[in-house]
């Protein structure tokens, strides 16, 4: 089964419910049609259409000719090298992703105020599979997204990536993120590099 935002869910094959691949083609459109360097394109691999599912996840970093990959128990690659996530602690040292892209910014931006207030380095490149995969390759130390927009689809392979590289992923108020692979669904969420970011950046983030 193919779970597609360009082509919805479509079935092949007699047994279409033994694997699920959800995709998304382009991540960073807006970045590849302004000529910007940062887009990529992403495949998830599941038994079931939920992201917990998600055994093997690949993103490619379109511009820049590198490769992430992910089998579940199996760890994170860069290119076939071994990734480990970023063991910074400080949000003084930091660098934190964070995706502010919304015409929702007034009610966006109080959950986040004082995290912006309290962190030194915040960035935002344009492409959240992508950003997700700095964490993991230890670019970054978090990124997170609160805004309730973001497809499952551009997200699930990142998502095991960077959590079989060491990191955290967690909902806004600190509880297990799954939900369905459907191009219609949404979420918000939070990556970290290691557990001690994570909590200092749960404890400004107002859910």
């Known amino acids: 089964t193919l779970i597609s935002e360009e082509s919805g869910i479509k079935e092949y094959g007699a047994a279409p419910k033994e694997g699920y691949l959800c995709v998304d083609p382009i991540d960073g459109t807006t970045n590849l049609m302004h000529g910007l360097p940062f887009y990529a394109s992403s495949i998830a691999v599941s038994h079931k259409p939920e992201l917990v599912d998600v055994y093997a996840g690949m993103v490619v970093d379109l511009a820049h000719d590198v490769t992430y990959t992910a089998f579940e128990g199996k760890g994170a690659y860069r290119n076939g090298e071994k990734m480990e996530t970023s063991k910074t602690a400080s949000l003084e040292e930091?660098?934190?992703?964070?995706?502010?892209?919304?015409?929702?910014?007034?009610?966006?931006?109080?959950?986040?105020?004082?995290?912006?207030?309290?962190?030194?380095?915040?960035?935002?490149?344009?492409?959240?599979?992508?950003?997700?995969?700095?964490?993991?390759?230890?670019?970054?130390?978090?990124?997170?997204?609160?805004?309730?927009?973001?497809?499952?689809?551009?997200?699930?392979?990142?998502?095991?990536?960077?959590?079989?590289?060491?990191?955290?992923?967690?909902?806004?108020?600190?509880?297990?993120?799954?939900?369905?692979?459907?191009?219609?669904?949404?979420?918000?969420?939070?990556?970290?590099?290691?557990?001690?970011?994570?909590?200092?950046?749960?404890?400004?983030?107002?859910?």
Request: net charge positive; hydrophobic share 45%.
């Open 94 to 207: 930091a660098v934190v992703g964070m995706d502010l892209n919304t015409f929702k910014a007034k009610t966006v931006v109080p959950k986040v105020t004082a995290l912006i207030e309290n962190t030194k380095h915040i960035r935002h490149f344009g492409a959240n599979a992508l950003e997700v995969c700095y964490v993991a390759n230890g670019l970054t130390d978090a990124f997170i997204d609160l805004r309730g927009k973001i497809r499952t689809t551009d997200v699930a392979a990142g998502f095991l990536i960077v959590k079989e590289a060491g990191g955290i992923v967690t909902t806004p108020d600190n509880k297990p993120l799954n939900v369905k692979l459907d191009p219609a669904q949404r979420l918000s969420f939070i990556t970290s590099g290691n557990m001690q970011i994570h909590q200092k950046i749960l404890s400004l983030v107002k859910p």
